[in-house]
T-cell receptor
Framework: GAVVSQHPSWVICKSGTSVKIECRSLDFQATTMFWYRQFPKQSLMLMATSNEGSKATYEQGVEKDKFLINHASLTLSTLTVTSAHPEDSSFYIC????????FGPGTRLTVL | LAKTTQPISMDSYEGQEVNITCSHNNIATNDYITWYQQFPSQGPRFIIQGYKTKVTNEVASLFIPADRKSSTLSLPRVSLSDTAVYYCLVGGGTASKLTFGTGTRLQVTL
């Protein structure tokens, strides 16, 4: 099946700093990618839909100025968590769709 | 988006067949039904997808009745490594977003 990668796989940062997470579709082009967040023992929650060449579409309750999404090419979308705080600590997962939706391995963000 | 309902958890012994049923009463005409498996600290992994009737691949079968208001994922002869959370999702189109429900936590023991 298609492969979606994420980088980094984990990151620890200080409160107030910004963190960028990359999502790449390795063997197919994706005009649309999705970003999810998952807290421990909970389900995945869709944060936003990333559209190549246009603005991302955010789900209700997700701050677009805090979670910046850039989809500059057909194989790369980035999520930047700005001014991160401990409550932003979570597991961030991206996905991209070919025939089915393929998910990346996730990025564990810990904000101290 | 169609809402899905699954059992929160299930237990099974190794070697048994496991059937996980998902209800999706307001599924739309162009919606497909997709099942994913997720291990801790990993992204979800695609298992199987179907529209109606029965679909089978090398790891699972998916049964969908004629009214499509429910679906059943069947895992034959589960092993300990099948312990995971299984999600049933309903959606359609190549760019449509998927909404995850609570999922079913399957625990397989000896």
């Amino acid at each position: 099946g298609a492969v979606v990668s994420q980088h980094p796989s984990w990151v620890i940062c200080k409160s107030g700093t910004s963190v960028k997470i990359e999502c790449r579709s390795l063997d197919f082009q994706a005009t649309t990618m999705f970003w999810y967040r998952q807290f421990p023992k909970q389900s995945l929650m869709l944060m936003a839909t990333s559209n190549e060449g246009s603005k991302a579409t955010y789900e209700q309750g997700v701050e677009k100025d805090k979670f910046l999404i850039n989809h500059a090419s057909l194989t790369l979308s980035t999520l930047t968590v700005t001014s991160a705080h401990p409550e932003d600590s979570s597991f961030y997962i991206c996905s991209a769709r070919e025939n089915e939706q393929f998910f990346g391995p996730g990025t564990r963000l810990t904000v101290l | 988006l169609a809402k899905t309902t699954q059992p929160i958890s299930m237990d099974s012994y190794e070697g048994q067949e496991v059937n996980i049923t998902c209800s999706h009463n307001n599924i739309a005409t162009n919606d497909y039904i997709t099942w994913y498996q997720q291990f801790p600290s990993q992204g979800p992994r695609f298992i199987i997808q179907g529209y109606k009737t029965k679909v089978t691949n090398e790891v699972a079968s998916l049964f969908i009745p004629a009214d499509r208001k429910s679906s059943t994922l069947s895992l034959p002869r589960v092993s300990l490594s099948d312990t995971a959370v299984y999600y049933c999702l309903v959606g359609g189109g190549t760019a449509s977003k998927l909404t995850f429900g609570t999922g079913t936590r399957l625990q397989v023991t000896l």
